[in-house]
T-cell receptor, first 116, second 116 residues
């Protein structure tokens, strides 16, 4: 079945450590996204990528980094510079071409990061 | 920048009844898309319904329908014949028509509880 796989589902980190969240898709989608979800704040865009080897900052990119070396993979690194990293992180993808399906995002199951 | 407002943090409805969730948005764009996503306790984001702003006809998907009022910038979701499986967080989201990336701006969500 096609879909988006995020790992790990739960992750614990000590303060000062970097951590990388994995996102893999087999939908052959060009565009990929990372969102952060906090209670009472909905989802906020961290980074997005339209094609391989290209990505742009979203609304809350400070303290995060990404890479897009392969079409199917878009890992997110939460660095020690992120002041409040405890949150639920969602990865998503979309076709990316200008078509009737271009504007529908498919989401992964999410990763819960807790800083101890 | 676009904003999306969901003024009902929590709602409750009895099984088989009808419920309407409210959403308003603010934008200067003329071409855009609006979405309702559902997030059940599993936290998987699931697309419920989509509306293109240039279409006057309200979108429907089985028991789910929208009331799209473009001039009022209102986009409410009506759930008919509510089922226990409809219990979830519901997010309204806005997307402006853009190139290949589909960036969503989300509201803060409405928690819907369906009771017996």
């Amino acid at each position: 079945d096609g879909g988006i796989t995020q790992s790990p589902k739960y992750l614990f980190r000590k303060e000062g450590q970097n951590v990388t969240l994995s996102c893999e898709q087999n939908l052959n989608h060009d565009a990929m996204y990372w969102y952060r979800q906090d209670p009472g704040q909905g989802l906020r865009l961290i980074y997005y990528s339209q094609i391989v080897n290209d990505f742009q900052k979203g609304d809350i990119a400070e303290g995060y980094s990404v890479s897009r070396e392969k079409k199917e993979s878009f890992p997110l690194t939460v660095t020690s510079a992120q002041k409040n990293p405890t949150a639920f992180y969602l990865c998503a993808s979309s076709i990316g071409a200008v078509s009737s399906g271009a504007n529908v995002l498919t989401f992964g199951a999410g990763s819960r990061l807790t800083v101890l | 920048a676009q904003t999306v407002t969901q003024s009902q943090p929590e709602m409750s409805v009895q099984e088989a009844e009808t419920v309407t969730l409210s959403c308003t948005y603010d934008t200067s764009e003329n071409n855009y898309y609006l979405f309702w996503y559902k997030q059940p306790p599993s936290r998987q984001m699931i697309l419920v319904i989509r509306q293109e702003a240039y279409k006057q006809q309200n979108a429907t998907e089985n028991r789910f329908s929208v009331n799209f009022q473009k001039a009022a910038k209102s986009f409410s979701l009506k759930i008919s014949d509510s089922q226990l499986g409809d219990t979830a967080m519901y997010f309204c989201a806005f997307m402006k028509h853009t190139g290949t990336a589909s960036k969503l701006t989300f509201g803060t969500g409405t928690r819907l509880q369906v009771t017996l």
